[in-house]
């Protein structure tokens, strides 16, 4: 592995992150499916392709990248995740797909193998300690005129299924940063920062698409309880509170959930940005 230069998020994603995702890995998956379809078909990968997904966590999207590709093809997913990985590994080893490579690695630092026609990650470049060092280092990887294509979550505002339960909770509930101006889960939802970003990192032709999806969080209200308490903003905020006010704070969830629950279950809308840009080989110098 090389050296690490997002340090924090090495032993966030190696230690309680990580394992939360591993322990649930296919329940959010499954939710966040909406997302890795809107990803690849606005990569349009095709056969023969040499694709590297940052980010690639249990490896949804690596996986699925794989298959697109075909015989000819090959992927490369990157994740600091070790517990991440190995669930990828697990998968992979499943699929009895051969033209894909898992590698644990920081996307600042890690000395790209080969040069890539595309690079995607589902969620995966968030959480960058330096962001246009780690795109420029992603750039190193992608051959000139190689495309660049990532999901990320537009503004907490815009996100139904984070409000809505976060809403439930007591008053004095903080709320986790939603700021785009650091490491975390709404860096990327500004249009103006992800732009300027990309561009001094040498990427053109920079378009975001917003998304709007539905997220089936569970067959009941229940359940839908069970995952948004263990996820981003909410957990965040459940963490932080005193263990004798969680019970009713869930409670309150649990009925705001309860109102938006349909005969298929507990639906709600989520926002995303789908962005592309183009790889120019070379990075802006002023």
């Known amino acids: 592995m ?13 230690g309680a992150s990580g394992q939360r995702w591993v322990l649930n890995a296919d329940r959010r998956d499954r939710i966040l499916a909406p997302v890795a379809d809107a990803l690849l078909a606005a990569a ?3 056969p023969g392709q040499a694709v590297v997904d940052i980010g690639c966590g249990c490896g ?6 794989a298959q697109a590709v075909g015989p000819a093809g090959t992927v490369h997913g990157l994740d600091l995740s070790e517990p991440m990985l190995g669930v990828a590994r697990r998968r992979a080893e499943a699929s009895g797909l051969s033209n894909l490579t898992l590698v644990q ?9 080969r040069q890539f026609d595309f690079a995607i990650s589902r969620f995966g470049t968030m959480f960058f300690a330096d962001q246009i060092t780690a795109f420029t280092n992603i750039g190193r990887g992608i051959r000139p005129g190689g495309r ?9 505002e815009t996100n139904d299924w984070l409000t809505i339960p976060f809403a439930a909770l007591p008053p004095d509930a903080s709320l986790p940063n939603s700021a785009a101006d650091g490491p975390g889960m709404f860096a990327q939802s500004d249009a103006e920062t992800v732009t300027t970003t990309l561009e001094a990192a040498g990427y053109t032709d920079v ?6 999806l539905t997220f089936a969080l569970g067959a009941d209200p229940q359940e ?9 903003i909410c957990r965040t905020a459940l963490d932080s509170m005193p263990d004798e006010q969680r019970p009713a704070a869930l ?3 649990r009925a705001a959930l309860a109102d938006h629950a349909e005969g298929d279950g507990v639906r709600l809308g989520a926002a995303i940005w789908i962005i592309t840009a183009t790889h120019q080989g070379r990075q802006r110098t002023s």
Do not use: K, M, S
């Not at 660049?148 to 907490?156: E, G, I, M, S, Y």
């Not at 378009?207 to 709007?212: D, F, G």
């Open 224 to 232: 839908a309880t069970e995952y948004v308490a263990t996820t981003g």
């Open 105 to 113: 690695g920081d996307a600042q630092t890690y000395p790209p193998p």
């Open 44 to 46: 349009h990968i095709v």
């Open 251 to 253: 409670e309150a969830v």
């Open 60 to 65: 949804v999207t690596t996986l699925a990248a």
């Open 148 to 156: 660049l294509c990532l999901a990320t979550w537009q503004a907490f």
């Open 2 to 14: 090389t050296d690490i230069a997002n340090t924090d998020e090495y032993e966030a994603w190696n």
């Open 207 to 212: 378009h975001l698409e917003p998304i709007r």
